[in-house]
């Protein structure tokens, strides 16, 4: 219920929260050190989300597609054209790893503080009226490189409790809380907007589901300030990052991956049929946690706009100046300030020269099913995350899953011609996913949609 909160809270004039002016301070500082060393001596603005500013940002669909079109998937950096599912798995898909790690996410470290899981609460609970087995987790963080930096993970498993074998998990980024937890009053209203469905959580258990909730900030705290803790912190030893070292999306993805592997271990989940799950900026790291660890069968990626599945090279709503100034840029890795700058050693860049763009991390993820999920602006779901333009990313990526024999027969054609069904009207074939529901900036309206389709993917039945 607290994950509904949290998605519902978030809208593009408040998507940072508001830092102290100590963190703010410290935000600046590190965001100035990474334009140092990168040489970039200004930023461009971001376009505001206020359609009063001299900044406005474009809604304007006729200036949208300024670049001739998206990075191709199917060819090589040889010149090789990929034709085969051998060759995208052996030459292609590792081509295009490296180019979000080295630019646009930055490099998970190759040795990370090993993670140790305890329970720390255990209570028999419901969830509806399911019985359910309910186990707070901390997953401490080896730190005896940097005794001085302590990071523990915060994770709440549920279970169904009458479960004859081992059942599917979705790992939700979110606050943890066990079933039985009161609501805080300033929460209860936010839970009422998610329209007549049951929240997500009962209907996986109803499903014969477990789910995890997994909080983002005990991986990686969501500031610029924060990066020297948490784990990027920890593992460079309280310095600040280099330009490629890994942002917060790419932290958060690392912190569910540590989660899964805790999950695999016991007798009650099935890990080969884990999911991943966010809205908003966790919808961005579900997506990259999904993209990057072919362990994770399934994923629902919630309005993740700029960074998720947004097109950088869209002019339409949140760009990628956004991400490269101070409130946002802290997600990515630093070499993906470069690509705001106005003036540095290196130039001026912009979006048309960063090697992948939005359809390649989506195309990562294939022949897995992803289901992509947005809203609509009347309701919350800004025009600011770029619906539009995510469908055309969608579309893009679906040569991949049609190279790899996973066809979506709803999902093909041109994607720089592709034009959204109408709301309420999902693109549910195949593994690759689409549906508008008629709600606000959360997922909750697709759950009731995602979980039979997910089933009929995963071959999963009670």
């Known amino acids: 219920m607290l994950h509904l909160f949290l998605a519902l809270l978030l809208s593009p004039a408040q998507a940072q929260p508001q830092p102290n002016p100590a963190q703010a301070a410290a935000t600046a500082e590190d965001h100035r050190d990474m334009m140092r060393q990168l040489g970039i001596h200004s930023l461009r603005p971001g376009p505001s989300g206020n359609p009063q500013s001299p900044n406005s940002a474009n809604y304007d669909e006729s200036k949208a597609n300024p670049f001739p079109g998206y990075p191709t998937l199917l060819t090589a950096k040889n010149g090789r054209k990929i034709t085969t599912p051998d060759a995208w798995r052996k030459l292609r898909r590792p081509e295009i790893i490296e180019d979000f790690d080295r630019e646009v996410l930055g490099r998970v470290p190759p040795q990370t503080p090993k993670v140790t899981w305890t329970v720390v609460r255990q209570s028999q609970d419901k969830v509806g009226e399911t019985p359910v087995l309910a186990r707070e987790l901390n997953g401490r963080l080896d730190n005896s490189a940097h005794p001085a930096i302590e990071v523990n993970i915060r994770m709440v498993l549920v279970t169904p409790a009458n479960a004859k074998g081992k059942v599917p998990v979705m790992i939700l980024f979110t606050r943890p809380s066990f079933p039985s937890d009161p609501i805080p009053p300033a929460f209860a209203r936010f839970a009422a907007q998610r329209g007549p469905d049951p929240p997500a959580t009962r209907q996986l258990i109803e499903a014969g589901w477990a789910y995890a909730q997994l909080l983002p900030a005990s991986i990686q705290a969501d500031n610029g300030a924060g990066l020297t803790q948490g784990v990027i912190g920890l593992v460079n030893k309280g310095q600040r990052r280099k330009p490629d070292d890994w942002g ?200 009731i949609h995602f979980i039979p389709w997910a089933n009929r993917h995963l071959r999963y039945t009670r």
């Open 248 to 447: 917060a999306l790419r932290a958060w993805a690392w912190g569910a991956s540590r989660a899964l592997d805790y999950l695999a271990t016991g007798n009650t989940i099935d890990a080969k049929r884990a999911g991943i799950e966010g809205v908003s900026r966790y919808g961005k790291a579900a997506l990259v946690t999904m993209a990057l660890d072919p362990r994770f069968a399934v994923a629902l990626i919630g309005s993740s706009g700029e960074g998720g599945a947004k097109p950088h090279r869209r002019n339409f709503g949140e760009a990628v100046e956004n991400l490269t100034a101070s409130g946002e840029y802290h997600w990515m890795a630093g070499n993906f300030l470069k690509y705001g700058a106005s003036e540095s050693t290196l130039g001026a860049k912009n979006a048309g020269d960063i090697p992948v763009d939005s359809h390649m991390l989506i195309a990562l993820c294939a022949p897995r099913p992803v289901f992509i999920s947005y809203g609509i602006p009347e309701k919350g779901d800004a025009l600011w995350l770029d619906q539009q333009g995510s469908f055309m990313a969608t579309v893009a990526a679906a040569e991949v899953y049609s190279l790899l024999n996973a066809k979506n027969t709803a999902l093909t054609g041109d994607y720089r011609t592709a034009k959204m069904p109408p709301v309420n009207t999902g693109l549910l074939d195949g593994p690759l996913a689409w549906r508008q529901h008629d709600g606000g900036h959360t997922d909750a309206p697709n759950w």
